[in-house]
């Protein structure tokens, strides 16, 4: 799956998980109104990829971290999506976790 995949899939997930339009998300990342709702249908469709500067902007509107964009399974998705939500004390005991886990 090439990244316009991942990326047109998860952007579209973020944007449902906080219940907003594409011509909303738009707007609140910074696009003008007028060509807001065509510009995130061409995202979503993946006919486009916004540069890194705009993901940042769409990251910080849906409240997920740029990396969740390109997640290429659903339980990495999830765990970005956790990760961003925690406190820095709640991710160095999951970062424990894991690496124990994993037997490091």
Known sequence: MPD??????RLREARQRIGLSQKAL?????????SASPRM???????HLPDLLMMEH???????PVAYFFAQN?????????WSEMDE???SELLVA???LAGL
């Open 4 to 9: 316009s995949t991942y990326f047109s899939r």
């Open 26 to 34: 738009g707007v609140k990342a910074g696009i003008d109104p007028f």
């Open 41 to 47: 249908n061409q995202y979503e469709k993946g006919k």
């Open 58 to 64: 769409l990251a910080n509107a849906t409240g997920v």
């Open 74 to 82: 659903d339980c990495l998705a999830e765990l970005l999506l956790l």
């Open 89 to 91: 004390a709640k991710r």
């Open 98 to 100: 894991a690496k124990n």
